[in-house]
């Protein structure tokens, strides 16, 4: 887990233009305290730290603290360097809350609550090991409007969306977005999504698309989603999602579908998992061929009166093994 600078130099910061002043000024080691209060935005940080000397803002609390951008349609706090930890305050009023620019590395976030925003926490492509634990996030999307009501959208409204590799997105609360979480580049890598609790989703709870491989999703609890778990597809794999519970699915448990020709899911292992449907106990509904399928120690569960058949799955299954399954 990511810690402070070995030997961090504190500035203290109590008011909007002291905000501008330090990130302009950001050095590696520098810990940019904000004390509680109403900063208005758009914020910008360019500078990097190292991974001995990150630079950290810090807020006094995760709910005083607040970096407001007023309804604009912007990115709230913009930050295009590496080793740049955010933690402990709320960022609202935005189109975007964190946006993270350039290839960029080891980036946390932690204990931020980010609300009233279309869009959390986003990333570039190629960028890696960033830690994204511990916050709330709180999109504009209201249960029960899904992807169904209006077309997808609102689809690409995004929790948190991780592009690259070696991500560590853990312990988060995250509801009102139409993907809760993504990785969203092909050929990720070596992405973790896990113990995160996911109120509602629009459109997916998680989405481990076009990833290569080690890509895994454990031990989330995912409320109220159109499909929770996506693979489409998955080049190679293998791709994990492993002791899952989910409840209140409205459409696939599973979404093994293809993206286009040639591009069917690979290498996915599905096993441990829980899930509750208030309409059939097992459907995917995509022509696709799922390659390489473990589908293995889960339980299925749907209504007393279900809709027939009680599985429901259109796809040819290519080596793969479906078994002890409830």
């Known amino acids: 887990i990511p810690q402070d600078p070995a030997v961090p130099t504190v500035h203290a910061v109590t008011d909007t233009p002291g905000l501008h002043a330090a990130l302009a000024a950001a050095q590696p080691g520098d810990v940019i305290s904000l004390a509680d209060g109403t900063y208005s935005g758009p914020f910008e940080l360019t500078a990097s730290g190292t991974a001995a000397a990150p630079i950290v803002v810090r807020g006094a609390s995760d709910d005083g603290t607040i970096l407001d951008g007023g309804g604009c349609a912007c990115n ?3 930050i295009s360097g590496s080793f740049v930890h ?3 305050l709320t960022v609202q009023n935005a189109l975007r809350g964190l946006r993270f620019k350039t290839a960029t590395e080891a980036n946390l976030v932690r204990r931020v609550r980010l609300r009233k925003v279309a869009f959390g926490i986003i990333g570039d492509p190629d960028q890696r090991d960033f830690y994204v634990c511990d916050n709330v996030v709180e999109g504009r999307l209201r249960w029960p409007h899904v992807y169904a009501n209006d077309g997808g959208a609102r689809a690409s409204d995004d929790g948190i969306n991780m592009q690259g590799q070696g991500h560590v997105v853990c312990h988060n609360r995250i509801g009102g977005f139409g993907d809760a979480m993504k990785v969203e580049q092909d050929g990720a890598r070596a992405c973790d999504f896990y113990g995160n609790e996911i109120l509602t989703a629009y459109d997916n709870g998680v989405e481990l698309d076009t990833s290569e491989g080690n890509t895994r999703c454990f031990r989330n609890r995912f409320t109220n989603t159109f499909v929770p778990i996506s693979f489409q597809p998955v080049f190679g794999g293998p791709a994990y999602a492993l002791r899952n519970v989910v409840v209140n699915i409205v459409e696939d448990q599973l979404k093994l579908y293809t993206r286009g020709p040639g591009e069917e899911p690979s290498g996915v292992v599905i096993a441990h998992n829980t899930f ?12 696709a061929t799922s390659h390489q399928l473990l589908l293995q120690n889960n339980l299925f569960v749907g209504p007393s009166a279900v809709a027939a058949p009680g599985v429901f799955w259109v796809g040819a299954i290519d080596g793969g093994l479906v078994d002890y399954n409830g």
């Open 76 to 78: 709230l706090f913009e």
């Open 276 to 287: 509750v449907s208030p309409h059939r106990m097992l459907e995917m509904a995509s022509p």
């Open 86 to 88: 955010v933690e402990r």
